[in-house]
């Protein structure tokens, strides 16, 4: 366990992916099952246009807030949460963030499309404001970071990930200290789906 970890309070490691959702957070799942890490999903959110390889999203998760009840079945395993909720993880683990970081303008787009907003997006009239409101929940959630002894965080910029896969394997396996298969993580990564690129 990491030294960070030792604390007799600390029950056990949860490795979280996390990141605005339209992030990057689906295919770094994505490599750390192709790459040997047990992951926890439920796949209840069927694969679809935007996410044709899956979205790996656990349903309780959802309930954070509220329910802490399911943390014991992550012990170990990796599971997608939001940056919006992470604030909200019990102090009794110890959590290795791994942290998806796309420009939020790219983050808009990509969920207006999402949505099927399309024309709103080629007319540039989506809700630019959200990215204040997103860049606030961002700042709130690494306040709550730097404060907790029992959180580690490797910061992973998608645009690496797409143009460099391997590199961020490696990056990802060495931080999470597991013997993962990096040839087969980065295998994951299609450059194809960046499609909603910002200039």
């Given amino acids: 366990m990491h030294e960070k970890f030792l604390d007799e309070n600390i029950k056990g490691t949860i490795v979280i992916v996390s990141g605005l959702p339209?992030?990057?957070?689906?295919?770094?799942?994505?490599?750390l099952d192709a790459g040997g890490m047990p992951v926890l999903s439920d796949g209840k959110r069927e694969a679809d246009v935007s996410n044709p390889k899956g979205y790996y999203e656990f349903e309780?998760?959802?309930?954070l807030i509220r329910d802490k009840s399911w943390l014991p079945e992550a012990e170990g395993k990796a599971v997608k949460v939001i940056a919006q909720l992470v604030s909200h993880l019990p102090?009794?683990?110890?959590?290795?963030?791994?942290?998806?970081?796309?420009?939020?303008?790219?983050?808009?787009?990509s969920q207006q499309?999402?949505?099927?907003?399309?024309?709103?997006?080629?007319?540039?009239?989506?809700?630019?404001?959200?990215?204040?409101?997103?860049?606030?929940?961002?700042d709130a959630m690494n306040l709550w970071i730097d404060s907790q002894p029992n959180v580690?965080?490797?910061?992973?910029?998608?645009h690496d990930c797409i143009n460099n896969p391997m590199g961020v394997a490696s990056l990802v396996s060495d931080y999470l200290d597991e013997d993962l298969s990096v040839e087969k993580m980065a295998s994951c990564v299609d450059p194809s789906l960046y499609r909603n690129k910002v200039k």
Avoid at 22 to 31: C, D, E, P
Avoid at 92 to 108: A, C, H, Q, T, W
Avoid at 152 to 158: E, Q, S
């Fill in 91 to 109: 102090a009794n683990f110890g959590y290795k963030i791994i942290y998806m970081d796309r420009p939020i303008s790219e983050v808009l787009v």
């Fill in 152 to 158: 580690d965080i490797l910061r992973v910029n998608y």
């Fill in 22 to 31: 339209r992030s990057g957070t689906s295919m770094m799942m994505q490599m």
């Fill in 60 to 63: 309780k998760v959802k309930t």
């Fill in 113 to 138: 499309v999402m949505l099927g907003k399309t024309k709103d997006v080629e007319a540039k009239t989506f809700p630019t404001g959200l990215n204040s409101i997103f860049q606030k929940q961002v």
